[in-house]
């Protein structure tokens, strides 16, 4: 799942693409165990780049495209059941809205036969398999397998489902009840780069703690505290080193304190459960409840906090000074700030989720630190509190506002499971109409038309205040056009996408449901189709589409591209609806888009030997396609995209991912120039 606070507050995705290169991340090796005289398990090992990730056998359908063997055994042997595959990692893909599970680093596969013929001595096979990594996705590829029986290694004793009871490897037969209902798959070590940690991902969860503590900071339950535990510890000590040292000693138990908070979460859950948990529908719908109750909590109908004992023996013991009292009235603050703090705490833990493993501690270590950071520095510098704002209404304003956005987040975490069951209760429309009418509502609420509990009289509105209140009732008219079809780039990744929707070709297009009836199926050219939700006229097939293109005089674009390639949808929703893009697309050029994983087959007089794997045939549509795109650009990845003129020359430099419109208009703009020249 991809997390809403990552979402919110990462400005921007850097992302590189490799031109003219053919990639395989993918290695394949087999080795045979011999089980007892006739029963061998056939064992296909994979090892995958760094950063690639294989799909396991068991795909939904209209989702990638799953791995696959195929065996020649014929009369000599029997294959036992299915091949059995290692658990791997299993997410809920919001691109495709389904459960998708895959490998990374390394895996290997086992198949189980029982020799008929005692005297056979190779095993030949065949793999069908799809590979991706974040950025791109590589069409189906085909690797022969030759499993010598006669190197077998033997192995004494098995266990039931054909899997050596000498083996640490967890395995599962995808096709068993238990793997189709499985919900808590986790990824088996099998290497040591597999048990490596993703620091960048660490770094990000260390900033966006210590972000929600510096917010945290402007609370009513924790400001007021500054300037009064700063001002005890200098008055307190002897002398002014002691304050400070005293002060810092304070924090530090401070930053303790959330630490172990952190570290009993992975005590009690474990640092691979939580990353589970975060592809779980029960999990969304849980954190969705949560993030309900903190934000009714700020917004202020009532307040979430410890019990009143806790804080009295806290207090109780804080009298006791030296550093054990320094300890306790850090845990005392902890207690009595709970109210506010709390629902950080918690937004932390979801966070964390999505990265597992230590991640809940390196929250907590930012979140705690940002929050010590001033009682140590204001008691170094304690001039420095005359500048601190007042106390006032303004704390339980900013409380509020957190509290309308605590509520707007927690609708993406529904979402997310409403995506996952296909249940179409929180489709595109619904969830941006529930938005606008969260964000508008606390547009009022910042102009002062509407008062909350634990507000104080409000006598006019400052110019920060009034500025805060213009970008959210912008920002609210913004997303008004989303009801109608608008892309809403600017929050493209919380809504659920375009296709699931009551109109996903826009409000008033007969396909969408209701409104007139379109003409323009009648006219389409032979093997043409409207691609929606955009409706640009586009060809499958590169013979039907380069006839129209030498009918009309138009250049070509020709879009390799794929069903399971995640970028691809993200550019045909985030970059193609630009509106001089999409002018480009639907009137200067002619669209023909190439699917490299159509496994449709191809008529048998379409079949032919591969160019790049002498020997093997292309039966497959995507096959043909992936072969055109890999012998004429020397590349194998997608999206691709190519503007070629009539003679089928290139135009300009084919392009890969260009995530930026301008960046990708401009080089459409050039295609197009040079074809008119």
Known sequence: MRNILLYFLLVSLTWTTAKGQVLEPVKWSTSVEKISDTEYDLIARAKIDKGWHLYSQDVPEDGPIPTTFIYETGKDAELMGNTIEEKGVTIDDPVFNMRIKFFENATEFRQRITLINKELSLVKGEVEFMVCDDI?????????????????????????????????????????????ASTNDTKVLNSKEDSGTDHSGLWTIFILGMGAGLIALFTPCVFPLIPMTVSFFTKQSQNKAQGVKNAIIYGICIIVIYVILGTGVVAIFGASAINEFSTSVTFNLIFFFILVIFAVSFLGAFEIMLPNSWANKIDRKADKGGYTGIFFMALALAIVSFSCTGPFVGNIIVLSATTGGLAPMIGMFGFALALALPFGLFAAFPGWLNSLPKSGGWLNTVKVVLGFLELAFAFKFLSQADLVLQLHFLEREVFIAIWIAIFGTLAFYLFGKIKLPHDSPLTHISVGRLSLGLLVLSFTIYMIPGLWGAPLNLISAFPPPLDYSESPYGVGNSKGGGGFV?????????????????????????DKGLAYAKQVGKPIMLDFTGWACVNCRKMEQNVWPNDQVLNILKNEVVLISLYVDDKRKLEDDEVIESQLKPGKQIKYIGQKWSEFQTIRYKTNTQPFYALIGLDEENLNEPVGYTPDAQEYLEWLKEGVGAFQK
């Open 518 to 542: 379109s003409n323009d199926a009648q006219e389409l050219p032979d093997g043409a189709h409207l691609l929606a939700p955009h409706q640009i006229l586009a060809f499958n097939d590169y």
């Open 136 to 180: 791109r996705c590589l069409p189906p590829s085909y690797v022969d397998l030759n499993f010598d029986l006669k190197n077998a290694k033997t192995v004494t004793g098995s266990a039931a489902g054909g899997v050596n009871t000498g083996s640490t490897i967890d395995f599962q037969d995808p096709n068993s009840k238990d793997a189709v």
